[in-house]
């Protein structure tokens, strides 16, 4: 899936666990404000498995990462 980054989840987190976690996601959850807003979440192994959520607009051509962090 093609996407682009916003500054903030540029700096923070490795573009592959971002393009791993929107296409695998082990789990998806729906933005509670935001119909077109997408939570992506992925333990990722290199991290301890902490689980990466990351947040993105859906309906963006490419798709936009809003943000991505730890939990």
Do not use: C
Not at 17 to 44: C, G, K, M, R
């Amino acid at each position: 899936m093609e996407f682009k980054l916003s500054n903030h989840a540029s700096k923070r987190i490795k573009h592959e666990w971002i393009q791993v976690t929107i296409t695998a996601p082990d789990s998806l959850e729906s933005d509670s404000e935001d119909s077109t807003v997408l939570h992506a979440l992925l333990e990722i192994p290199e991290r301890g498995f902490k689980r990466l959520r990351v947040v993105y607009n859906e309906t963006t051509k490419p798709v936009t990462i809003v943000t991505a962090y730890f939990e």
